[in-house]
């Protein structure tokens, strides 16, 4: 539906898109898993393709020896992540707010779920990785820094994709310079061709290896609407919907 930089959006049956935003959907994928992908799987491509060290693309085995911590994993961008981290090999630890988004971050994939709300997330993460985290994907940079900065390993880096519950972001800069942080923003639309173009080709490969599955057993709940009850798929992600609202334009 997202008509960025466009006079139309696409819940529509047909819409004309510039065409190099349109990708052809891999035969082992249905149009659920193509509905879900667009942006959190792009946005998660860019928040795990962005540390210093590396690397620039996923593949199974980038992220061999490396620990992502996925903040809000239940969340569509936070799903995504686990699951490609999890496809790249990384050891993979999330934080979810409740019992319910645990068992759907785990069925995502994620080895660990930390509940954020609960006992001492930072002890709990420094149990699961002692020398730390490599990256971080944040959709609550101002609620959470402290518990990155808490976690995070020499070098390491937070890519930043949203600041859910809009706290301000406060800066310990002598901090930050001690543990040498990487602070990665990001928006998919202003990240450039080349980033948009490789993630597009990796996520592909991921979709091919049936790694980014979506679906309630698969921790990415899906919630259905006609293509006439448009307002109210609106309504219903305006609503805290969790997982992913879709649009069925052909009933
Ligand atoms: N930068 C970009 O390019 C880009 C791309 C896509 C989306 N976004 C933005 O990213 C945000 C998330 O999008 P989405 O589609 O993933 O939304 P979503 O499906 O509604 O998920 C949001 C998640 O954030 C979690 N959350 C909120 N506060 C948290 C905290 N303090 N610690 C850990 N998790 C927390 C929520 O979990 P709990 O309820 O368990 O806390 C929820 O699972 C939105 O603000 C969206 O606009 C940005």
Do not use: C
């Given at each position: 539906?997202?008509?960025?930089?466009?006079?139309?959006?696409?819940?529509?049956?047909?819409?004309?898109?510039?065409?190099?935003?349109?990708?052809?959907?891999?035969?082992?994928?249905?149009?659920?898993?193509?509905?879900?992908?667009?942006?959190?799987?792009?946005?998660?491509?860019?928040?795990?393709?962005?540390?210093?060290?590396?690397?620039?693309?996923?593949?199974?085995?980038?992220?061999?020896?490396?620990?992502?911590?996925?903040?809000?994993?239940?969340?569509?961008?936070?799903?995504?992540?686990?699951?490609?981290?999890?496809?790249?090999?990384?050891?993979?630890?999330?934080?979810?707010?409740?019992?319910?988004?645990?068992?759907?971050?785990?069925?995502?994939?994620?080895?660990?779920?930390?509940?954020?709300?609960?006992?001492?997330?930072?002890?709990?993460?420094?149990?699961?990785?002692?020398?730390?985290?490599?990256?971080?994907?944040?959709?609550a940079l101002g609620a959470n820094l402290?518990?990155?900065?808490?976690?995070?390993?020499?070098?390491?880096?937070?890519?930043t994709?949203?600041n859910?519950?809009g706290r301000p972001v406060e800066l310990?800069?002598?901090?930050?310079?001690?543990?040498?942080?990487?602070f990665?923003?990001?928006?998919?639309?202003?990240?450039?061709?080349?980033?948009?173009?490789?993630?597009?080709?990796?996520?592909?490969?991921?979709?091919?290896?049936?790694?980014?599955?979506?679906?309630?057993?698969?921790?990415?709940?899906?919630?259905?609407?006609?293509?006439?009850?448009?307002?109210?798929?609106?309504?219903?992600?305006?609503?805290?919907?969790?997982?992913?609202?879709?649009?069925?334009?052909?009933?």
């Amino acid at each position: 539906m997202a008509a960025a930089g466009r006079p139309t959006g696409t819940a529509a049956e047909f819409t004309v898109v510039p065409a190099e935003q349109a990708v052809q959907l891999p035969d082992e994928a249905g149009f659920d898993v193509g509905a879900a992908l667009g942006v959190p799987a792009l946005t998660a491509h860019r928040a795990l393709t962005v540390a210093e060290d590396g690397p620039r693309r996923l593949w199974p085995g980038a992220l061999d020896g490396k620990v992502v911590l996925a903040a809000g994993g239940a969340g569509a961008v936070g799903h995504a992540v686990i699951q490609l981290a999890r496809w790249a090999g990384a050891t993979v630890i999330s934080t979810v707010s409740s019992p319910e988004k645990a068992r759907l971050a785990t069925a995502a994939g994620a080895h660990h779920v930390i509940n954020y709300r609960e006992g001492d997330p930072a002890a709990e993460i420094r149990a699961i990785a002692p020398d730390g985290v490599d990256i971080v994907a944040e959709v609550a940079l101002g609620a959470n820094l402290a518990l990155d900065l808490a976690v995070l390993r020499t070098r390491g880096t937070i890519s930043t994709y949203a600041n859910e519950g809009g706290r301000p972001v406060e800066l310990n800069v002598v901090r930050n310079m001690v543990l040498n942080t990487r602070f990665q923003f990001l928006v998919l639309y202003t990240a450039g061709p080349e980033a948009r173009a490789a993630a597009v080709q990796d996520v592909t490969a991921a979709v091919r290896d049936g790694a980014l599955p979506v679906g309630e057993e698969h921790g990415l709940p899906l919630t259905r609407f006609p293509l006439d009850r448009t307002a109210d798929a609106h309504r219903a992600v305006e609503g805290g919907a969790v997982g992913k609202v879709l649009v069925d334009v052909m009933s």
